[in-house]
């Protein structure tokens, strides 16, 4: 199986929320982005004022998802540098906003958090890949180490919290899926991302390019968890962008020979995974 090409990366995220006001309230007061749109029932917000990072779709109606569902496990805003993550994490104390958690991966650092209907999210600093671990094989070990908050503290500004650095982009998304095996055969084994994590039977690390990681996917909701109800709140979908519409055309032509339902509409495929997680795929 030919890798799928080096330069591809995560797009923006769509979810469905029962609250749109206030999760566009949290997203921008307490992460940090922009609107970029609000209209009607859908709300689009970025960092830079141009590229789209989250999409809202609210839907006063839908149920709260199953905790033993398919879906997010959290989306992932890769922030510059280590002192851009500082500044986030010095706002969240001030705001006194809650965490769920902040860890050192060595590859990267790492904050957690969830939004107001339970979306988990990370905003996270890349180590230089030069001065990543890798094993004998060739594999990021996996490590979650705590976070070194006071040293990562005395590296924030003084300057007022003015929101996430323009430069943020969606570094990856983790995904809670039904089987490891299936999720494997469909994103490593069709699409062509490549290992570079594995934690036991229960989790999984892929990516384009040698990255540490741009999909996660894990069982941690259960090897007997559901598809996600289409009436429930979190994902709807999330992308994958490639960099050109020839590397496009070649996912498109290998899912027709896996026979992989998919639809395509204006250069872009829609496909789900195989728990049932929305994707869509497009080029630059």
């Known amino acids: 199986m030919k890798p799928i090409h080096k330069d591809t990366h995560i797009g923006s ?32 917000l970025t960092a830079d004022g141009t590229e789209p990072l989250l999409i809202l779709e609210g839907n006063p109606d839908l149920e709260q998802r199953p905790v033993r569902s398919a879906g997010l496990y959290h989306l ?19 705001s006194n906003t809650r965490l769920a958690g902040a860890s050192n991966h060595k590859f990267s650092e790492a904050i ?22 890798r094993d004998e094989r060739g594999k990021l070990p996996a490590v979650s180490e705590p976070l070194d908050v006071h040293g990562l503290l005395e590296e924030a500004g003084s300057e007022v919290w003015n929101g996430l650095p323009e430069q943020t982009v969606m570094g990856h998304v983790h995904l809670n899926v039904i089987s490891i095996p299936e999720a494997e055969e469909f994103y490593v084994n069709v699409l062509g ?28 909701n259960g090897p007997n968890a559901i598809p996600a109800p289409a009436d429930a709140t979190g994902l709807l979908q999330y992308e994958i962008i490639v ?12 899912l027709e020979r896996h026979d992989i339902t998919f639809s395509a509409e204006k250069e872009r495929l829609f496909v789900p995974d195989p728990a049932g997680n929305g994707i869509v795929i497009k080029s630059k």
């Open 112 to 133: 957690y958090l969830q939004d107001p209907e339970n979306n988990g999210i990370e905003i996270y600093r890349d180590v230089k890949r030069e001065d990543w671990i």
């Open 76 to 94: 992932a805003l890769l922030v510059p540098t280590r002192k851009d993550l500082a500044n986030v994490l010095q706002h969240f104390i001030q």
């Open 243 to 254: 960099p050109s519409a020839e590397v496009l055309d070649t996912l498109k032509q290998t």
């Open 193 to 220: 991302f490549e290992e570079q994590t594995r934690m036991a039977h229960h989790a999984l690390f892929i990516s384009a390019g040698g990255y540490h990681h741009h999909i996660a996917l894990n069982i941690w």
């Open 13 to 44: 995220v769509t979810l469905k929320v029962r609250n749109l006001e206030n999760l566009i309230q949290f997203y921008t007061e307490t992460i940090g982005l922009k609107v970029l749109s609000n209209i009607e029932s859908q709300a689009i």
